[in-house]
């Protein structure tokens, strides 16, 4: 422990480090670098070992450590308190500044996470969904995230690599990580669990608000709001019909070939197969398939069929 051993009186009489230079072959010693610390922490006022987090650079460098900082520490404070003091359990992040190339090794990471774990009391892998990058910047660890890109998902998932992870349950998903379609289908298919459909046709009854609320914002933003068109983009294969979904995209029956296709499409769910059929047509045809919205736009459905019966081809 930092601070279980006392200077001895010698050394309290002798820091030669106060009037260099230092006699040659001075730091080679252990023995001499940890005097020099045990010096160097009752000048700085440390009481207990953890004291020694708040120790920089120029606390060595103005207090006549200069030479054993370069020489054995490769200008790290944090590796002389520690090489000086090797039974404590140090947690090097809690230095003002980590050594070099620390986060490099996947030991280190790991440590932290868990020692991160422990802080927040987390338990399960599941737990990990809860952290923040504030978290991160609460617990002395800005200089963690940037190994990982500032991403908090990469991190965990780095950490827990067996745990089937849903980036879209992290308070953030990673940069980009919407633009890639096998993304969006991955998501697709959790939500599809997770509010029962099960077949194609199923996804009519889906509304923007269920993908709100199961952590898929993002995505709809990335479609422009259009649940259909992200609906479109998880099967490209299947013919959409925007009608059958519980609202169109805004705009829709403004566009004329909308509102043919409509009527193409209500003409064969009717087995309408020659122009005449249209003349058995009730209001109640419209309503029942979909076409209410359709129909509202219009004073008569009669002038609806005016404007697209011709262009259909029997």
């Not at 260099?20 to 207990?48: C, D, E, H, I």
């Not at 308190?81 to 992040?93: G, H, L, S, T």
């Not at 965990?156 to 289908?185: A, C, I």
């Not at 029942?288 to 219009?298: E, P, T």
Request: proline share 5%; net charge positive; aromatic share 18%.
């Amino acid at each position: 422990m930092p601070h279980s051993n006392k200077l001895s009186k010698w050394e309290s009489q002798y820091p030669y480090w106060t009037e260099p230079p230092v006699p040659r072959g001075f730091w080679t010693s252990p023995a001499n670098r940890r005097g020099y610390m045990l010096w160097l922490g009752q000048r700085l006022g440390y009481r207990k070992p953890e004291d020694w987090y708040r120790i920089t650079t120029d606390d060595i460098i103005h207090n006549h450590g200069g030479g054993v900082l370069t020489q054995y520490w490769h200008d790290s404070a944090v590796l002389g308190v520690m090489q000086c003091f090797p039974d404590y359990d140090w947690k090097e992040w809690l230095f003002g500044v980590s050594p070099r190339y620390f986060w490099r090794d996947s030991k280190n990471r790991r440590r932290y996470m868990k020692w991160l774990g422990h802080q927040l009391g987390y338990r399960r892998a599941a737990d990990w969904y809860q952290v923040t990058n504030q978290d991160f910047r609460d617990h002395n660890c800005r200089s963690f995230l940037i190994y990982y890109n500032s991403t908090v998902s990469a991190a965990v998932m780095d950490y827990e690599p067996s745990y089937d992870w849903k980036e879209w349950l992290f308070s953030t998903t990673p940069m980009g990580f919407w633009h890639n379609r096998s993304n969006r289908q991955r998501y697709m298919r959790w939500l599809a669990s997770k509010l029962g459909v099960v077949c194609p046709s199923d996804w009519y009854g889906v509304v923007d608000e269920d993908v709100r609320r199961n952590h898929g914002k993002e995505l709809l933003r990335l479609f422009d709001y259009s649940l259909i068109e992200v609906v479109r983009d998880a099967d490209l294969r299947r013919t959409w019909h925007e009608w059958m979904f519980a609202r169109v995209p805004q705009g829709f029956w403004d566009q004329p070939e909308n509102r043919l296709r409509y009527i193409a499409w209500l003409g064969k769910r009717l087995k309408f197969t020659r122009p005449e059929d249209w003349s058995r047509i009730r209001r109640v045809d419209f309503s029942d398939n979909y076409g209410g919205g359709l129909l509202a736009r219009y004073r008569c459905y009669s002038d609806l069929l005016a404007e697209c019966i011709l262009k259909l081809s029997y």
